[in-house]
């Protein structure tokens, strides 16, 4: 099985002890693509290095919303000069407004995400969004100040109903390892009834690890678990919906 996971922060410092030997074993399972997102300026710059470093790994620029109290006119600079001339930066992300958390005020997490949606349409480079139990704010300021932007929605937890709205703005939707989880009805009914040329499968890694494998460390190779219950649910093998996200994935950064 040929796997893009277009979502796994592999520069984390939870990777730090065993990178290499989780990249290669990434590699060797069948991770032909891995898209590493930052969330600010010193995860920007790790991303990169992993991309200039290993030729299956592409780098996004872009400061999180947890992280966007923070960001500075020179991260911006950064952000926008390597949008610009570095070719393996495929995307502007991750970016959004998380509201369980509210580790940033709103008001400045809305101000540094309208920013960077004007950032993305400027370098014109699809946008990673992280969207935590904030989905009206998201789409309205999409409406409002998005015309143009294209990307993704990360990690998807919306209704179908949102899902529809996604998609006329010319998003795509995003499942990672909840998709899995025997008790997420609703979202396995999203994920069935999203067309094919529109989905796209990721890990989140580190973070929410899908069965087998609850409590342990997430990694990329666990994108098949991922690919395996969508396919399961839309009557395809999981050969076919790998193979069809990673064309989508490589459409939608505008890999060769
Ligand atoms: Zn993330």
Redesign the pocket.
């Known amino acids: 099985m040929r796997l893009f996971d277009t ?1 796994a ?1 592999v520069n984390e410092e939870r990777f730090d002890n065993d990178r290499t030997e989780m990249l290669d074993a990434c590699f060797a399972a069948g991770v032909e693509y891995i898209m590493c ?1 930052a969330v600010d300026r010193a995860t920007a710059e790790s991303a990169i290095a992993l991309a200039d470093q290993y030729e299956q790994i592409y780098a996004a620029v872009g400061v999180h919303p947890h992280e966007s109290k923070d960001v500075t006119e020179e991260d911006y600079e950064y952000f926008k000069d390597m949008a610009l001339h570095h070719d393996k930066v495929k995307a502007i992300g ?1 970016i959004g407004l998380d509201y369980y958390y509210d580790f940033s005020d709103r008001e400045t997490q809305m101000k540094e995400f309208k920013r960077q949606l004007a950032l993305a349409r400027e370098v014109d480079l699809p946008i990673i969004i ?1 969207d935590r139990d904030a989905h009206g704010d998201i789409l309205d300021t999409l409406r409002t100040y998005g015309k143009g932007n294209f990307g993704i929605f ?1 990690c998807y937890s919306g209704s179908w109903e949102m899902a529809k709205e996604c998609m006329k703005l010319g998003y795509y939707i995003s499942f990672a390892g909840p998709v899995v989880f025997p008790k997420s009805t609703r979202l396995k009914e999203v994920a069935q009834q999203v067309p094919l040329d529109r989905i796209l499968i990721e890990t ?1 890694s580190p973070y929410l690890t899908p069965p087998p494998f609850r409590g342990r460390r997430n990694d990329p190779t666990k994108t098949q678990f991922v690919a395996e219950e969508i396919a399961r649910l839309k009557g395809i093998t999981a050969d076919e919906l790998a193979e069809i996200a990673l064309e989508n994935g490589k459409r939608l950064f505008g890999i060769q």
């Open positions: 979502h922060h997102p991750e992280h990360h989140d």
